[in-house]
Every structure is written in structure tokens, then in C-alpha cells.
């Protein structure tokens, strides 16, 4: 009896595996964090370069903080001012927390790929500061999409608005992490802001970023107002974008840049947001 209760326990080896195997995930956790958003992380975290491509797995949960928190400001603001000031300042808190980080690539890459500028012209668009017409109209009109369609949905149910933003958020970032398994890095790797992200993503982490945005589109699609039909239109919508933005970028570049993924992330949030408001 007592050998068979005793072999049923977890032995310390295995505990210790366990312990630093939870601790190895939460350490590539507040990688991603960092890397995504202007939050502080705990010193104990570290770094090493491979871990920014291993945390990619985590992009879409830091999408999930970053969506509740932008969440939070509309229902709060809502009870103050009108949906659309309400959605108006849950982007600007989203801004703020990512610093403008996805809005960036979206300019960089309409500015660099709606022209008609060869692959070498278009990179070096993308490494430009400065932001063109095409830039500033894509920026203004995912902006205003964004806005609009969170404040249509702050209209109709708090509840459903909030669940809709944080899948949006975690569900966009999803859509890049996909895309990154798809193409190969198009530009100079050893230029690359964020090199680590320039090698190829496992398939594991992959499968793992795109689990958690199709979990949280189901919650989202679970709330009584939405639509029956929001989980399969925001999920074949996704999916469809990655497909034709592959298509794309290997056309236009040969791959991905780190712009063309915040691209990716803005219009995947676009898309879900649609689905969601129709």
C-alpha cells in the first residue's frame, strides 16, 4: 500500500520540472509584454534573444491585457459621456499602453506597398520616420473603423463591446503570429529591430498564439447580444486575411517585415470588430 501511495506522489524531480518549466512560461510571458507594451516587467525576468522569438506564443494573451484594459476605460467612460468619446478614449489608452506600436507598422507598410515602389524602395519606405499619404489614410481610417465600431457596440450592450475588444486585441496579434510561420523575414536580418522575431517561428508557438485568439473569440461570440453568426465570420475572416496578406507580402517583398506584422495585427482587429458589429 504504502509503495503504490508513494510512487502515485510526484516525485521533487518532477515537481522541480514543473515549477521551472511554469516559470520559463511566465518569464516569456513578461517578454512579450515588454517587447509589445510600455509596461515594466520584474528584474528576476531577464533576458536572452532567444526568448523574444519563443514568447511570441504569448503575443495574443498580451493582447488580451491590452484589450481589457482599453475595455475597462469604455465601460467606465460610458458611464460618463457618449459611446463614441467612450470608444474614443479606449483606443487612446490602447495607444498609449503599446505606444502607438501596431499603428506604426500599419502606416509604414500602406505607405511602402500601395505605391509603386520595387522591393528594395519599399524596405527602405518602412525604415522612414516620416509617414506618407498613404500611411496617414490607412492610419485614419482603421482609426475611425476602430472607434465607430467599438462605440456601436458600447450602443448596443457594454458587456458584448468589452468581450468583442479584448478578443479583437488577442485574435489580431494571433493573425500575425500565423503570418510569421508562413513567410519568411523579408528584410536584413542583422538590421532587424527586433532580430530574434527575423527567425522562423515555431509551428508549436504558432498553433499555441492562434488556440488563445480562437478561445477568446468564442467567449466573445458566447455573449448573449452578438450575433450568431460573429464566431464564424471573424474566425473565416481572419483567416482569409492571412491568406491574401501572405499573398501579398510574398509578392511585393518576399516576406515579412516587423511592420507588415503590426499591419496584420490592426486590420485583424478591424476585421473581428466588424464581425462582431454586423
Not at 505607405?111 to 527602405?124: E, I, S
Not at 538590421?191 to 498553433?207: G, I
Request: charged share 15%.
Amino acid at each position: 500500500m504504502n509503495g503504490r501511495s508513494s510512487s502515485s506522489q510526484p516525485t521533487p524531480t518532477r515537481r522541480h520540472a514543473a515549477q521551472a518549466a511554469l516559470l520559463h512560461e511566465l518569464r516569456l510571458f513578461f517578454v512579450a509584454l515588454q517587447f509589445l507594451t510600455r509596461l515594466p516587467v520584474p528584474g528576476w525576468v531577464g533576458f536572452e534573444p532567444a526568448w523574444l522569438n519563443r514568447s511570441a506564443r504569448h503575443f495574443p494573451l498580451v493582447g488580451t491585457l491590452v484589450g481589457a484594459t482599453g475595455a475597462a476605460v469604455a465601460v467606465a467612460a460610458q458611464l460618463v459621456w457618449p459611446p463614441v468619446v467612450a470608444a474614443a478614449l479606449a483606443v487612446a489608452a490602447t495607444l498609449w499602453l503599446t505606444v502607438a506600436f501596431h499603428e506604426d507598422g500599419l502606416a509604414d507598410s500602406f505607405d511602402a506597398l500601395l505605391g509603386a515602389a520595387p522591393r528594395d524602395k519599399a524596405l527602405a519606405i518602412m525604415k522612414d520616420s516620416r509617414i506618407g499619404s498613404y500611411g496617414a489614410a490607412a492610419l485614419l481610417l482603421v482609426l475611425l473603423l476602430r472607434v465607430h465600431l467599438l462605440a456601436e457596440l458600447l450602443a448596443r450592450d457594454p458587456l458584448l463591446a468589452a468581450a468583442a475588444w479584448v478578443a479583437a486585441h488577442t485574435a489580431g496579434r494571433a493573425g500575425a503570429v500565423a503570418l510569421m510561420t508562413l513567410l519568411p523575414y523579408a528584410g536584413d536580418e542583422a538590421h532587424a529591430k527586433a532580430r530574434p522575431l527575423a527567425r522562423e517561428v515555431r509551428r508549436f508557438d504558432a498553433a499555441f498564439a492562434c488556440a488563445t485568439g480562437v478561445v477568446l473569440l468564442a467567449v466573445a461570440a458566447a455573449c448573449p447580444p452578438a450575433p450568431p453568426a460573429s464566431f464564424v465570420a471573424a474566425t473565416a475572416g481572419l483567416c482569409l486575411l492571412t491568406l491574401i496578406l501572405r499573398n501579398w507580402l510574398r509578392a511585393r517583398l518576399g516576406g515579412y517585415t516587423g511592420d507588415t506584422l503590426g499591419a496584420a495585427e490592426q486590420l485583424g482587429e478591424v476585421i473581428v470588430l466588424l464581425a462582431f458589429a454586423a
